[in-house]
């Protein structure tokens, strides 16, 4: 049973004032990879303490800086069952967690940072292997344009 919608809503506020949209449906997230030519980060979101103190600051921290993904979106785990489960697919053959934060590019994976890479950590450490991939893949990708 998905969480109730009151309880996370501030959780998922904290992504969606940065900019990145929600996708709560299968069909929001392929359309979302689909129609990203460059790069597409993808956060799943969680209700758990490392969402809250390490992943959720580490995305804001890693958008502050330049280059970014094109588009970012995120479902929530836990709420956005089959949504979750659509953006999973993409992040083949890594295992499903929560948090996870993905890094496509022209709708292929490119950079995973799973749950086990995240707990434990500070979100500047976090957020520098990210803004790191953002300057890896998302600069590259400007200079094919």
Do not use: K
């Amino acid at each position: 049973m998905p969480y109730p919608e009151l309880m996370i809503a501030p959780m998922r506020a904290e992504l969606t004032r940065l900019g990145i949209e929600e996708t709560r449906t299968p069909e929001q997230v392929e359309t979302a990879v689909q129609s990203t030519p460059g790069t597409l980060l993808i956060v799943v979101n969680s209700i758990c303490g490392c969402a809250a103190g390490r992943a959720r600051p580490a995305v804001r921290m890693a958008l502050e800086h330049s280059p970014r993904p094109d588009r970012a979106i995120t479902v929530f785990a836990g709420a956005d069952l089959e949504a979750t489960a659509r953006a999973r697919e993409f992040f083949q053959p890594h295992p499903p967690s929560s948090p996870q934060i993905a890094l496509l590019q022209a709708g292929r994976l490119v950079y995973m940072l799973p749950r086990h890479q995240i707990e434990g950590r500070e979100a500047n450490e976090i957020a520098a292997d990210l803004t790191a991939a953002f300057q890896r893949f998302c600069a590259s990708a400007a200079n094919a344009s």
